[in-house]
């Protein structure tokens, strides 16, 4: 209850391509524990379809050209999650894979105006998903230590307190 409260309050960051359902994503194993915003942000510029099987083969050209065993579902994600460790696939391909074609649209690669916005909003997503699991268990834990407290006084409680904060420059 805690959860869906807050998470009414906060914003979320989505991307409005459409070319795979959520559905096509819970069911696709190699997908499934990645967000579709993750995802269609990391593959905002490659060309092709958009599904997750274009997705797939694009990974797997890329551990057949630097011949990587993604055999098992455990090489897999590791691999996938190395590749999408980048800034976005054309990237990836860019430095792991050097002489193998980039599969961007060069039109809308690295030096696109867009790219550092889009890295900024993922590191804000990350830390709003942070700040919002950070927040759920702060609010299990008042609510175990006193009862039965209202969700909307907690959340008062912390933005008083927020507004109170004086923050520094720490660098």
Sequence with gaps: M??????KKWKKFLLTEDNYTQEELKSDRLWNDLSQEDIDGFFWNARGDGSLDYYTDLLLDLSDEIERD???????QSFRDEVMSYKDIGEAYEIMAPKKEDPVD?????????????????KERELKDKAQELIIQAIDDIK??????????ILQLFNDEIDAYEFTDEE
Excluded: M
Aim: aromatic share 4%; hydrophobic share 30%.
């Design 2 to 7: 805690a959860g869906a409260l807050i998470s």
């Design 70 to 76: 993604v055999g098992s579902d455990k090489a897999w």
């Design 106 to 122: 060069l039109g809308t690669a690295h030096d696109s105006p867009g790219s550092v916005g889009r890295q900024s909003e993922k």
């Design 144 to 153: 175990k230590e006193f009862g039965d407290v209202n969700v909307d006084e």
